[in-house]
Every structure is written in structure tokens, then in C-alpha cells.
């Protein structure tokens, strides 16, 4: 695989490290220096980053939130982890520039698609934060849609697993992983490789997902030489 440009999707897991919540200066340094290579070696990146690390809408319904005030939060999580990464990638040597869903014209650029495909040409590594810019949506789901809309031809999940199995193999040791699989396969043997709205986007648009684990050093830019183990979703 030597696409043109891809697109990310990076959880606000990845950032947290060992700690599971906030973020990782250790682990924050080690994914960006990953990513400016990776965008070194020719490729266009866009990155959707989620914002769990610091809060999901979900968690303030137990709050006693409302679905739109705690979504509203769980987006600006999403913003904070895309200014970190955007210094980040940018000290790791790799212009990079922090767009938001949600404007907030004092902290970064808003999103606007013509803007976001003029900085990738120029070799900027493009952050988006605040996911779709609307509740009930995931950062999964944002990802598909900026991935269509930017014209990516794959849209990278990185997980903290190497691809997508049988069975949850933390749960199931008999569990196999797949190296490639179609769209249809993944609905037909009801195997989560997204969100069910992020699939649906994804599969209408026929972007190829690849899944592949962001844990190990330098993984991004082997995936995107082709090597390195990962799951090919294909249309
Ligand atoms: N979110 C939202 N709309 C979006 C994307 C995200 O309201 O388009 C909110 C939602 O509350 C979500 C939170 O932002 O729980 C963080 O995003 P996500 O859970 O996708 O992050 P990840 O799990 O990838 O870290």
C-alpha cells in the first residue's frame, strides 16, 4: 500500500498512556515523532482524534448531563487532544496544523474542507478536532465523513490490537485474526471493526479500513509501506 493520502484515526486512548485517562508527554512524543515520519516519507495525513481520554458524552448522563451538554464536552476533549498533537508533530519536525468541527478561531483553524485539502497538498499534517461538530456522533463517525469528503483512499483505525478477529482475543485464545475481509463479510459475520454509523459511512463511500495496532514504535509508517500487520477492510 503506497496510498497519496490517508486518513487517521487516532482515539484519545492512544494518548493517555499508562495512566488510561489524560494525556501521555512520553507516549504524545512517541506517536507524533511516528506520524512526521510517516508524512516524511510522501504520504498526506489527515488525523480524526477522539477525546475518551478525557471525557466520552456517554460518562455525563450519569452525570446528570443531557446528551448534547455532555457530547458538547466530550467534543472539546477532542480539541484538547488535537492542539497537543499538532505541537507535538510539529516539534517532531513535521508541519502540522490543529483544525475544529466546533469553531474556536482564538485556539485553531475552523474546519472547512477546501481549506483542510489546500494544507494537505502543501505537506501539512492536518488534526481534526471536535469530531462531526454535532452530538450523538463519535469521533469513528467524523472519521469516515472526513475521510470521504478529503478523498482519502484508506481510513487507518488505530487500535491497541493488530487488526480484527474471530473473537475478542483478550477473551478468546482460539480467536484468529483476519488479513483482509470485505465490507459485506464484517456486517455478514457482525465483526466491529467501527462504530455501526462510522461502517455504514465508510462502506457507502467505499473506503478501504485498515486496522492495526499504534503500540509499537514506527507502526504508522510501516503500515503505510505495506508492511506490518493490520486487517484490510475492503469495498
Ligand atoms: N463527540 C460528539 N460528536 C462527534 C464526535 C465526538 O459529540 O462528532 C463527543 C462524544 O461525546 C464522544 C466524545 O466526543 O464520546 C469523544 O469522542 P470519542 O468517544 O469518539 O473518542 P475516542 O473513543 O475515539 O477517544
Not at 489524560?22 to 512524543?29: A, Q
Not at 517532531?92 to 469553531?103: C, L
Not at 497538498?121 to 454535532?134: A, C, D, P, Q, R
Amino acid at each position: 500500500m503506497r496510498p497519496k493520502r490517508v486518513l487517521v484515526k487516532l482515539s484519545g486512548e492512544a494518548l493517555a498512556g499508562q495512566a488510561g485517562s489524560g494525556l501521555d508527554g512520553h507516549t504524545l512524543t512517541a506517536l507524533a515523532a511516528d506520524i512526521a515520519h510517516a508524512a516524511r516519507e510522501g504520504v498526506e495525513i489527515a488525523i480524526v482524534v477522539g477525546g475518551g481520554n478525557f471525557f466520552r458524552g456517554l460518562q455525563g448522563l450519569n452525570k446528570g448531563l443531557d446528551r448534547p451538554s455532555a457530547d458538547s464536552i466530550g467534543m472539546l476533549g477532542t480539541v484538547m487532544n488535537a492542539l497537543a498533537l499538532e505541537h507535538a508533530i510539529e516539534t517532531a519536525g513535521a508541519p502540522a496544523r490543529a483544525m475544529s468541527a466546533v469553531p474556536m478561531p482564538s485556539l485553531c483553524e475552523s474546519y472547512a474542507r477546501r481549506r483542510a485539502l489546500d494544507h494537505l497538498s502543501n505537506g501539512k499534517v492536518v488534526i481534526l478536532g471536535g469530531g462531526t461538530g454535532n452530538p450523538y456522533f463519535t469521533t469513528d463517525t467524523g472519521a469516515a465523513l472526513r475521510a470521504a469528503e478529503l478523498d482519502c483512499s484508506h481510513l487507518l483505525k488505530a487500535t491497541q490490537v493488530d487488526g480484527v478477529y474471530t473473537a475478542d482475543p483478550k477473551v478468546d485464545p482460539k480467536a484468529t485474526r483476519y488479513d483482509t475481509l470485505t465490507h459485506a463479510e464484517a456486517i455478514k459475520r457482525d465483526l466491529k471493526v467501527m462504530d455501526t454509523a462510522a461502517f455504514a459511512l465508510a462502506r457507502d463511500a467505499g473506503l478501504t479500513i485498515v486496522v492495526f495496532s499504534i503500540a509499537e514504535t514506527g507502526a504508522l509508517a510501516a503500515v503505510l509501506r505495506g508492511e506490518g500487520r493490520a486487517t484490510y477492510v475492503t469495498p
